[in-house]
């Protein structure tokens, strides 16, 4: 390739959202040559146009927005000496690894010892949901609205309908107040909110009217929107508004692994890992939103920097290698588990699991779940109908449990379910 | 409707013209048939202009189809469509490749589910016999085989080799590109509303434009076409009665889940629901038929979808668990009867091509051949002066997977949307130029931008930026905003340091475009940026901790980071409980 990027680096990073940045930072810090691979022409990932606060308490004790967020990350990641190249597109990932790069130099293959994946999640467009009606103008996710507002100074509309509930909800009407807009209504097909007080006291403060157990049943308009047809406990109606932003049911942006040799999870979207954040493949990485749907920016940086860590260890032959592993399973009431298989060799290093953001040879691996339905009961990991570990739960499928493991899990498989309470 | 930027007539000599002579040709509606036509007169000599009552072409029944380069071979044997599908299939085949248009010989299967339509298949291969279509029937199992894929239930069928796919927009824009570069000329937003004949040219009356005058009067306008006769002649021949067909589009790695373009046996008012992957590497499904009054929305209809994703996967089972990326609909323009609807009259010197139902975009060429022969037979001389000896081929830009893209190349300006791999370059391209995009469908046809499995999540910030002021109907319609553009972004002030360079990769070694800022604040080494744009020298402070305009303290708690702490092994209780 050309003498633009360096085509051999130790670590090359795939996102530059707040786990690719972090991871970047860290192994810096650990003496790794560092090359970090965006597509946008700005690094940063999401926050760069998620406009509002609070990002970056833990990081840098400061309340901080989303663009300042970014730009601080990826101002120290450059001065740690990490290369970032921005406009710059993975189109493929090749055992090697190797992966092939599209910019505006063309196409270009670079060889780095070690692969982060840290390309995050998305939300899921009106297409994916079913939703009927014409297709107008103005239907947007939640995050091309922050684009067009933060990047563009651009208001697509001025009351649009807000479809669910989720935070990432509460963020678009946010971003519609910060941009002088307002929504006609917030619907939600569930009974309750998905987020709880206080994003739930958000749309009250705001004055939008907010409908649950609600669904779109068809979107009008010809060239822009013009209302949106609902049905909900009060039967059918139309709601006026020139606009629908498409909340939430975040997907990991995986579509790159498909068609390769690292196995993926139906129940995360993203790449199988092992407590270390290892794919299936032992040189490649993961981190971040990638990794599941969809936990914050916070705690994404926590995984990118618990990576680099493993990283730096893999690249000194200290972790495990691929071998015997407890594998989980999913079982009653559990909608995913990261990581999915624990390694089991007695390599020199242990880490406790993406995010765990801690001294990498603590010994427990912990578990992140999300639950299907709310639950009063207990969370149980077994092998073999034996129980291993548990956690009492009173909980909602929006809320990431931890669960750790006992030290010296057993080699096999591992079923995770829930036990509700009589 | 005046589009704030109309395509202007390309042809100096034939915009000089236009106020003495008339036009040899008048083709009124810019679908595929009316591109088709268009061009094939424009090769014969003719001077011609296409009238597109929209902002962009292709705005009818040719912006959505099932995209399959036909056969035939379950056409009527013996009537015009059968041999228009015939000549059109053929002449497709020996062109495509000088215009730049993609050809996947996919082949298609006919499958019976059930021994009802097992029993109709020799009827189907006979009338295939009589198209001269060559099929193979198949047993079960070698369907099967062929496509291990299938859910249960195949019963029988045969192979059609010679059903293709193909691009559904660059054909007609590639035809309608090769008719320009040869002389014709084109005005969008032209809506013809009505003429008068004086026995040796027409006067057409067009919309908030001046009358155009031409020789002849191709009557192509699709779900309109009815109504553009009854316009001209004072009653029409026939009447269109739009016929809904809606799709599912599924993402990339759902292509690999067929081989063969899936058909069902046909009934006698569709070719049923059809699987067959696309151009672009997605997996198609559909469509439906549904018999509605409004000429102009195709509306998706949520029940019916779900009905049809369901059928979909009793066809193929592992589209279970693929993701739906895209829906749309299309309106066949079918009249009240079967058949294609042309006819000539030469007295007026006017042709209709009506009722183009469902074979369209594979009749398109055979049908213009038809078409160029019922002109020059009205009268001599109509069709104007001498065919070029060499006329001009332009190729199309190649947006279809399997062939070289734009992004493989240098100088591309990178890629703008991610899902479908467009870049600046693309799409610079297709707004440019006599037949640049006016509208964002219009874009969406030329480069697929938005059209991938994020549908704008990622790239409409991008493309409303690069748009802007170009398009007759914007991508974002101009509200006020007090936040001004960057107001709070990291292109305002991001500066991205290479300040200490690692051993294998030199500060300098940056990419040779970015250019150097001088921009450094106080406390950084000199930095340089490999990011494009984001060499500015505003000195803004890296981090300005904005207290913004949140209404309460509890909103922004809303958005907090809840990772729990480490020492903890306990399940993360709702707060306020
Ligand atoms: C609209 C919206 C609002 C949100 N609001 C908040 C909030 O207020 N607070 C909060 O904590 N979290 C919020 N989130 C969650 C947010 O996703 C995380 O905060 C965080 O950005 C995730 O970090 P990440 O590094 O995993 O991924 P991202 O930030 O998504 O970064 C991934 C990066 O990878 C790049 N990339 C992907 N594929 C490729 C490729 N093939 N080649 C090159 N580059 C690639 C992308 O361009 C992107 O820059 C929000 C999310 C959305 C969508
Ligand atoms: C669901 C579906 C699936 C299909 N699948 C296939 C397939 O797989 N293969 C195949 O070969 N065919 C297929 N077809 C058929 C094909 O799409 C049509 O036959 C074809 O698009 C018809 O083109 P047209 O040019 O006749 O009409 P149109 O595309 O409607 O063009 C007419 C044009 O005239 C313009 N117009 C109307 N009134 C006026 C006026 N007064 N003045 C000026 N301009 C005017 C309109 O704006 C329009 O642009 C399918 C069709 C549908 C709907």
New binding site residues.
């Given amino acids: 390739m050309s003498a633009a990027t360096p085509d051999a680096p130790d670590l090359a990073i795939i996102g530059s959202g707040p786990a690719g940045l972090a991871a970047a930072i860290a192994a810096r810090a650990l003496g790794l040559s560092v090359l970090v691979i965006e597509r946008e022409a700005e690094p940063g990932g999401i926050p760069r146009h998620c406009a509002h606060s609070p990002y970056g308490w833990r990081e840098y004790r400061r309340l901080m927005t989303g663009p300042a967020f970014a730009r601080r990350l990826a101002d120290d990641a450059a001065r740690a000496g990490a290369v970032i190249a921005c406009g710059t597109t993975v189109m493929a990932l090749n055992p090697g690894p190797a992966l092939t790069l599209a910019s505006d130099r063309g196409i270009e293959t670079i060889t780095p010892a070690r692969v982060l994946l840290a390309m995050g999640a998305r939300e899921t467009p009106r297409s994916t949901r079913l939703i009927g009606g014409t297709k107008p103008g103005g239907v947007l996710n939640t995050g091309a609205l922050q684009g067009l507002v933060h990047l563009n100074g651009m208001l697509p509309f001025r009351r649009p309908v807000v479809l669910g509930t989720e935070l990432v909800a509460f963020s678009a009407l946010l971003t519609l107040r910060l941009a002088g807009a307002n929504a006609a209504a917030m619907v939600e097909p569930a009974d309750a909110p998905t987020a709880r007080w206080p994003a739930a006291l958000l749309p009250r403060l705001l004055r939008v009217p907010l409908h649950l157990g609600t669904r779109i049943d068809a979107i009008e308009g010809t060239s822009r929107v013009e209302g949106v047809r609902v049905t909900g406990p009060r039967g059918t109606r139309r709601i006026a508004a020139d606009g629908v932003v498409v909340t939430g049911g975040f997907r990991p942006e995986a579509a790159l692994l498909r068609g390769t040799t690292i196995a993926l999870d139906p129940a995360t979207g993203g790449p199988v890992v092992d407590q270390f954040g290892r794919t299936s493949d032992p040189a490649v990485f993961a981190a971040g939103n990638l990794l599941r749907p969809v936990e914050t920016a916070g705690w994404c940086h926590r995984e990118g920097r618990a990576a680099a860590a493993t990283i730096a260890a893999s690249l000194a032959g200290e972790l495990p290698p691929h071998g015997p592993a407890l594998s989980i399973t999913l079982g009653d009431g559990v909608a995913y588990v990261v990581p999915q298989r624990i390694a089991l060799g007695t390599g020199p290093h242990h880490a406790r699991g993406p995010g765990a953001g801690s001294a990498p040879d603590a010994a427990q691996v912990r578990l992140q779940l999300r639950l299907t339905a709310p639950v009063r009961g207990e969370v149980r990991v077994e092998v073999d109908g034996r129980r291993i570990a548990s956690l009492p739960v009173d909980s909602r499928p929006e809320r990431r449990l931890v669960l750790t493991l006992p030290p010296d899990v057993p080699p096999g498989s591992a079923t995770v379910r829930v036990e509700a309470e009589a | 409707m005046t589009p704030a930027v109309p395509h202007a007539t390309p042809s100096s000599a034939a915009a000089a013209a236009t106020d003495t002579a008339p036009y040899d040709v008048a083709v009124?509606?810019?679908?595929?048939?009316?591109?088709a036509i268009a061009r094939r007169l424009a090769l014969e000599g003719a001077r011609v202009v296409v009238?597109?009552?929209?902002a962009d072409?292709?705005?009818?029944?040719?912006?959505?189809?099932?995209?399959?380069?036909?056969t035939g071979f379950d056409a009527p044997p013996g009537t015009l469509e059968a041999a228009c599908i015939a000549a059109g299939h053929a002449e497709y085949r020996a062109i495509h490749d000088r215009l730049g248009l993609p050809l996947i010989e996919t082949g298609a299967l006919v499958i019976a589910w059930n021994e009802t339509e097992a029993a109709r298949l020799p009827a189907l291969m006979a009338d295939a016999e009589r198209n001269d279509v060559p099929v193979h029937p198949l047993t079960a199992a070698e369907i099967r085989r062929m496509e291990p894929n299938l859910g249960a239930g195949v019963a029988g069928g045969f192979r059609v080799a010679g059903e293709a796919i193909i691009d559904p927009w660059s054909t007609p824009h590639a035809y309608l590109a090769q008719a320009l570069a040869n002389g014709a000329a084109l005005m969008t937003g032209?809506?013809?509303?009505g003429g008068t004949f004086d026995g040796a040219a027409w006067t057409l009356a067009v919309a908030h434009r001046d009358a155009v005058r031409a020789r002849v009067v191709v009557n192509?306008?699709?779900?309109?076409?009815d109504?553009?006769e009854a316009?001209l002649l004072g009653a029409s021949s026939f009447q269109i009665r739009p016929?809904?067909?809606q799709?599912i589009v599924y993402d990339k790695p759902a292509a690999a889940l067929a081989g063969h373009i899936l058909l069902p046996v046909p009934t006698e008012i569709t070719k049923g629901v059809v699987v067959c992957r696309t151009a672009f590497g997605n997996l198609l499904v559909?469509?439906t038929a549904e018999e509605q009054e409004d000429r102009t929305t195709a509306a998706l209809d949520a029940a019916l979808l779900e009905r049809l994703k369901k059928r979909a996967e009793a066809i193929v089972p592992a589209l279970e668990g693929e993701t739906v990326t895209a829906l749309y609909?299309?309106?066949?323009?079918a009249s009240e009867a079967k058949e294609y609807r042309v006819a000539a009259h030469p007295d007026r010197r006017y042709v209709a091509?009506g009722g183009?139902?469902?074979?369209?975009?594979?009749?398109?060429l055979g049908l213009a051949v038809h078409i160029h022969g019922l002109v020059a037979g009205m009268a001599t001389g109509v069709m104007g002066g001498a065919a070029p000896a060499d006329p001009v081929w332009p190729r199309v830009p190649n947006i279809a997977e399997g062939a070289p893209r734009d992004w493989e190349r240098p100088g591309n300006g990178g890629i703008v949307c991610h899902c479908e791999s467009v870049t600046r370059r693309e799409i610079e391209a297709a707004l440019a130029g006599p037949l640049g995009a006016r509208t964002v469908a219009g874009l969406k046809r030329r480069t697929r931008v938005t059209m991938g499995r994020c549908q704008g999540f990622y790239c409409s910030a991008a493309l409303a930026a690069l748009t802007d002021g170009r398009l007759a109907e914007p991508f974002v319609p101009a509200h006020p905003t007090p936040l001004g553009a960057g107001a709070d972004h990291p292109a305002a002030s991001v500066h991205v340091a290479a300040g200490r360079a690692l051993p294998a990769m030199p500060a300098d070694a940056l990419p040779s475009d970015a250019a150097p800022t001088g921009s450094a604040r106080a406390e950084a080494p000199p930095a340089e940026t490999a990011c494009a744009g984001a060499a500015r020298a505003d000195g803004q402070p890296a981090e300005t901790a904005r207290r913004d305009a949140g209404p309460a303290d509890a909103t922004r708690a809303a958005v907090s980071d809840t990772a729990p702490s480490p020492a903890t092994v306990r399940a993360t209780r709702e707060a306020g409980r």
């Fill in positions: 009124v509606g810019a679908g595929v048939v009316g591109c009238l597109e009552k929209a072409v292709l705005a009818g029944a040719s912006k959505a189809n099932s995209a399959i380069l036909h032209a809506e013809v509303t192509a306008a699709g779900l309109f076409g109504r553009v316009a016929r809904k067909g799709f559909g469509p609909a299309g309106l066949r323009p091509v183009i139902r469902s074979t369209g975009l594979s009749a398109a």
